[in-house]
C-alpha cells in the first residue's frame, strides 16, 4: 500500500486528503478525554453487565478486573503508535507499516471497521429493549433502525458537534455510574444486598470449566471496554495528538475499569446473577430491587443516553478510518470525499451507516457484543506485535515509548481471549466469519479496479 501523507511531523499535520480538503482539528484535550471516557462507557456496562453474569455467576467483578488489565497494556501500544504516527488510519496503518502485506492491512482495517459497526449496532438494540420499555412497546427492529439513522444525521454535521454531542451524553451516563455507585454505599451502611454472592462461580462445571467460563465471560465482559482504539481514528481531528493522547487515553481507561469493577460488584450485591442474566436492561433491575428511592423511568432514560453516546461514537469511528484508508489507497479514493460546508466524511457516513442498518436488523445484544469483542481482541494481538516490529523505525519527534513487556503481555493476553479457550458460543464465530468474507470480497473488488485503472 503506498500512503498518500509524508512522514508527519510531532502534531502530525498530514497532507489533505479526499480532493485536498484536510479534516478540521476541532478536539482539545478535554474534549479527547470526555470522548475516551464516552466511547469506553455505554453500552457494554448498561446492557451486557447480565450476560456476564450469566457466564461466570455472582463473582461478577472478576471479568471486569481481568479486562482492565488487557485493555490498559494493549492501550499503551496504542499510545506509542498514534504518537508516531498521529493519523486517521489507527490499526490498519500501524499493520501495513509493520508488515507490508496489503492484503492482511485490509483484513485488519476491515475488522475494526466492523467492530465498530457491530458495537453500535448492540447498541441500537440495547435502546430499544428493556430500557425503552419502561416507556413504549414498540417493535425494537424498527426503533433501531430509525435511531441509527438519526446518528448518521448527527455525525454529518461536524466532528464538532459530534463531540459535544458526546460531551453532554457522557456526564448524562457517568451520572447514571453513579446512582449505582450511590446504590451499593447505602447497601453497604444499610446491610443490604448479599456478598456472598460476589465468590460465587457458576460457569457449569468445574476444574477446566472453571477457567474456561471467566475467559469466556471476560471475552464477552471486555466490549465494556472497548472504545479507546477508536479515538486513535480521530488524531487527524486533535490538537497536538502527540502530547494530548497518553493522557487522555491512559486516564480514560483507568476511570471506565475502576467504574466498572465498582458497578459489577454492586449489581452482584444486589441481585442475583441469574436474574441479571435475563434482562436486557441489568442496571435498571439493581434500581428497581435496591429500595432506594430513585425513579426508574429517570434511569432508564439515563440508560437510553448512555447506549446512544456508544452508537454515535462508534459510527463516527468507522467513517473516520473509512476516510482515512481511502487517504491510504486501501478503499477506494471517493470513500474520502469530504462535505465542502462540514468537512465531514459524507461517504464514509452514509457507507457505514447503510451496513450498520443491516446489522442492527439482523444480531442481539449479547451475539453482537461478543462479535465486536473478538474482532477487536484479534486486531489487538496484531497491534501488539507491531509495536516491537516497528521499533525498527524511529521518527524524528519524541513520543510515549512502552517497556517492551508491555506489548509482548498484551500480545499473549488478548490472543489467549480471542481464543477457543474463551468458550464463546460458535454463532459468534460465524458471524465474523461471514464479515471476513465480505472483506476478502470487497478486496477483491478493488484490487481489479485498481489493476483496471492502472491499464487505462
Same mark, same amino acid.
Given at each position: 500500500?503506498?500512503?498518500?501523507?509524508?512522514?508527519?511531523? =510531532?502534531?502530525?499535520?498530514?497532507?489533505?486528503?479526499?480532493?485536498?480538503?484536510?479534516?478540521?482539528?476541532?478536539?482539545?484535550?478535554?474534549?479527547?478525554?470526555?470522548?475516551?471516557?464516552?466511547?469506553?462507557?455505554?453500552?457494554?456496562?448498561?446492557?451486557? $453487565?447480565?450476560?456476564?453474569?450469566?457466564?461466570?455467576?455472582?463473582?461478577? &467483578?472478576?471479568?471486569?478486573?481481568?479486562?482492565?488489565?488487557?485493555?490498559?497494556? $494493549?492501550?499503551?501500544?496504542?499510545?506509542?503508535?498514534?504518537?508516531?504516527?498521529?493519523?486517521?488510519?489507527?490499526?490498519?496503518?500501524?499493520?501495513?507499516?509493520?508488515?507490508?502485506? =496489503? !492484503?492482511?492491512? !485490509?483484513?485488519?482495517? !476491515?475488522?475494526?471497521?466492523?467492530?465498530?459497526?457491530?458495537?453500535?449496532?448492540?447498541?441500537?438494540?440495547?435502546?430499544?429493549?428493556?430500557?425503552?420499555? +419502561?416507556? *413504549?412497546?414498540?417493535?425494537?427492529?424498527?426503533?433501531?433502525?430509525?435511531?441509527?439513522?438519526?446518528?448518521?444525521?448527527?455525525?454529518?454535521?461536524?466532528?464538532? +458537534?459530534?463531540?459535544?454531542?458526546?460531551?453532554?451524553?457522557?456526564?448524562?451516563?457517568?451520572?447514571?455510574?453513579?446512582?449505582?455507585?450511590?446504590?451499593?454505599?447505602?447497601?453497604?451502611?444499610?446491610? @443490604?444486598? +448479599?456478598?456472598?454472592?460476589?465468590?460465587?462461580?457458576?460457569?457449569?462445571?468445574?476444574?477446566?470449566?472453571?477457567?474456561?467460563?471467566?475467559?469466556?465471560?471476560?471475552?464477552?465482559?471486555?466490549?465494556?471496554?472497548?472504545?479507546?482504539?477508536?479515538?486513535?481514528?480521530?488524531?487527524?481531528? $486533535?490538537?497536538?495528538?502527540?502530547?494530548?493522547?497518553?493522557?487522555?487515553? !491512559?486516564?480514560?481507561?483507568?476511570?471506565?475499569?475502576?467504574?466498572?469493577?465498582?458497578?459489577?460488584?454492586?449489581?452482584?450485591?444486589? #441481585?442475583?446473577? @441469574?436474574?441479571?442474566?435475563?434482562?436486557?436492561?441489568?442496571?435498571?433491575? *439493581?434500581?428497581?430491587?435496591?429500595?432506594?428511592?430513585?425513579?426508574?423511568?429517570?434511569?432508564?432514560?439515563?440508560?437510553?443516553?448512555?447506549?446512544?453516546?456508544?452508537?454515535?461514537?462508534? #459510527?463516527?469511528?468507522?467513517?473516520?478510518?473509512?476516510?482515512?484508508?481511502?487517504?491510504?489507497?486501501?478503499?477506494?479514493?471517493?470513500?474520502?470525499?469530504?462535505?465542502?460546508?462540514?468537512?465531514?466524511?459524507?461517504?464514509?457516513?452514509?457507507? #457505514?451507516?447503510?451496513?450498520?442498518?443491516?446489522? *442492527?436488523?439482523?444480531?442481539?445484544?449479547?451475539?453482537?457484543?461478543?462479535? $465486536?469483542?473478538?474482532?477487536?481482541?484479534?486486531?489487538?494481538? *496484531?497491534?501488539?506485535?507491531?509495536?516491537? #516490529?516497528?521499533?525498527?523505525?524511529?521518527?524524528?519527534?519524541?513520543?510515549?515509548?512502552?517497556?517492551? &513487556?508491555?506489548?509482548?503481555?498484551?500480545?499473549?493476553?488478548?490472543?489467549?481471549?480471542?481464543?477457543?479457550?474463551?468458550?464463546?458460543?460458535?454463532?459468534?464465530?460465524?458471524?465474523?466469519?461471514?464479515?471476513?468474507?465480505?472483506?476478502?470480497?470487497? &478486496?477483491?473488488?478493488?484490487?481489479?479496479?485498481?489493476?483496471?485503472?492502472?491499464? @487505462?
Amino acid at each position: 500500500m503506498q500512503t498518500s501523507h509524508p512522514a508527519p511531523g =510531532p502534531a502530525g499535520s498530514p497532507s489533505a486528503g479526499g480532493g485536498g480538503t484536510p479534516l478540521k482539528r476541532a478536539i482539545g484535550p478535554k474534549l479527547l478525554l470526555l470522548f475516551v471516557v464516552g466511547d469506553i462507557l455505554g453500552t457494554g456496562i448498561y446492557a451486557n $453487565t447480565g450476560a456476564v453474569a450469566g457466564r461466570i455467576g455472582g463473582a461478577l &467483578w472478576l471479568p471486569f478486573v481481568i479486562g482492565f488489565v488487557v485493555a490498559m497494556l $494493549t492501550a499503551a501500544s496504542y499510545v506509542e503508535l498514534v504518537g508516531k504516527y498521529p493519523r486517521a488510519a489507527g490499526a490498519a496503518l500501524y499493520t501495513q507499516k509493520a508488515f507490508r502485506v =496489503p !492484503f492482511l492491512t !485490509f483484513i485488519v482495517a !476491515f475488522m475494526v471497521m466492523c467492530s465498530g459497526l457491530s458495537s453500535a449496532s448492540a447498541a441500537a438494540r440495547a435502546f430499544s429493549g428493556d430500557y425503552l420499555q +419502561e416507556f *413504549v412497546d414498540v417493535s425494537p427492529t424498527l426503533i433501531a433502525i430509525l435511531f441509527v439513522l438519526v446518528l448518521a444525521s448527527v455525525n454529518l454535521r461536524g466532528v464538532s +458537534e459530534s463531540v459535544k454531542t458526546n460531551v453532554v451524553l457522557t456526564i448524562v451516563e457517568v451520572t447514571g455510574l453513579l446512582v449505582i455507585l450511590g446504590i451499593g454505599v447505602a447497601a453497604v451502611l444499610t446491610g @443490604e444486598g +448479599e456478598p456472598a454472592r460476589l465468590t460465587e462461580f457458576d460457569t457449569g462445571g468445574t476444574g477446566y470449566a472453571v477457567l474456561t467460563g471467566v475467559l469466556g465471560a471476560t471475552a464477552l465482559g471486555f466490549f465494556a471496554f472497548v472504545g479507546f482504539e477508536d479515538s486513535v481514528n480521530m488524531a487527524e481531528e $486533535t490538537k497536538d495528538p502527540v502530547r494530548n493522547f497518553p493522557r487522555a487515553i !491512559f486516564l480514560g481507561v483507568a476511570i471506565t475499569g475502576t467504574i466498572y469493577v465498582l458497578v459489577a460488584l454492586v449489581s452482584s450485591l444486589m #441481585v442475583d446473577h @441469574e436474574r441479571l442474566a435475563g434482562s436486557s436492561g441489568p442496571l435498571l433491575l *439493581v434500581v428497581d430491587e435496591s429500595g432506594v428511592d430513585f425513579p426508574a423511568k429517570l434511569f432508564a432514560l439515563i440508560a437510553l443516553f448512555a447506549v446512544s453516546n456508544s452508537a454515535l461514537i462508534n #459510527v463516527m469511528m468507522a467513517s473516520r478510518l473509512c476516510y482515512g484508508l481511502a487517504n491510504e489507497r486501501v478503499l477506494p479514493r471517493g470513500m474520502a470525499r469530504v462535505l465542502p460546508g462540514r468537512r465531514t466524511p459524507v461517504v464514509g457516513i452514509v457507507f #457505514v451507516t447503510a451496513l450498520a442498518v443491516g446489522l *442492527v436488523s439482523t444480531g442481539e445484544i449479547e451475539g453482537l457484543g461478543d462479535t $465486536t469483542s473478538f474482532l477487536l481482541l484479534c486486531v489487538f494481538a *496484531v497491534v501488539n506485535v507491531a509495536v516491537l #516490529v516497528l521499533r525498527r523505525d524511529p521518527v524524528d519527534h519524541r513520543h510515549f515509548r512502552a517497556p517492551t &513487556w508491555i506489548p509482548v503481555l498484551g500480545a499473549v493476553t488478548a490472543g489467549v481471549l480471542a481464543s477457543p479457550l474463551s468458550d464463546r458460543p460458535a454463532d459468534v464465530y460465524v458471524r465474523a466469519g461471514v464479515l471476513l468474507a465480505i472483506g476478502i470480497g470487497l &478486496w477483491v473488488v478493488n484490487q481489479v479496479a485498481v489493476k483496471a485503472a492502472g491499464r @487505462e
